[in-house]
């Protein structure tokens, strides 16, 4: 039997912790400031939680702190030239919204870097 997930618990593809920079909104840039991010992959998009814990909250009140982003059109890319950190990749969102990831742990970026690009490839691109 095919197990259809409910629709507000899209099927997670890959969880875990990353360093999460912000560095634009809306096309418009930020000053960047690196902080740990509980990063959650699923379906279309990404959403970026303060910890583990903030996830499994159903409380509406703590939703503001959750960032989503949406992968359709999304571009990802290795951004070397971005900071002085090692292993650093970019999102960028139809909407104009841009964010650095990065690990110190080679496998743990280079699989996030990979799941991250097929759910973009897979997705219509508008
Ligand atoms: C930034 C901070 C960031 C650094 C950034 C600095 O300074 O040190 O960690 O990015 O470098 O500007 P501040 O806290 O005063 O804003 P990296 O760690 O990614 O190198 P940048 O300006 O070259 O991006």
Redo the contacts with the bound molecule.
């Keep these: 039997k095919d197990v259809i997930p409910p629709l507000e618990h899209p099927m997670v593809e890959k969880e875990g912790y990353l360093q999460k920079a912000k560095i634009a909104d809306g096309g418009k840039k930020l000053?960047?400031n690196?902080s740990t991010s509980w990063i959650v992959l699923s379906g279309r998009k990404i959403e970026f939680y303060k910890d583990s814990k903030q996830q499994a909250l159903p409380n509406m009140k703590t939703r503001h702190n959750v960032e989503s982003v949406d992968l359709c059109g999304a571009h990802i890319e290795w951004a070397k030239e971005k900071?002085?950190?090692k292993s650093v990749f970019q999102i960028t969102t139809v909407s104009g919204n841009e964010f650095l990831l990065q690990s110190d742990i080679d496998f743990l970026i280079l699989d996030w870097f990979q799941a991250i690009k097929n759910a973009i490839d897979r997705l219509p691109k508008n």
Aim: aromatic share 16%.
């Design positions: 000053r960047k690196w900071s002085s950190r």
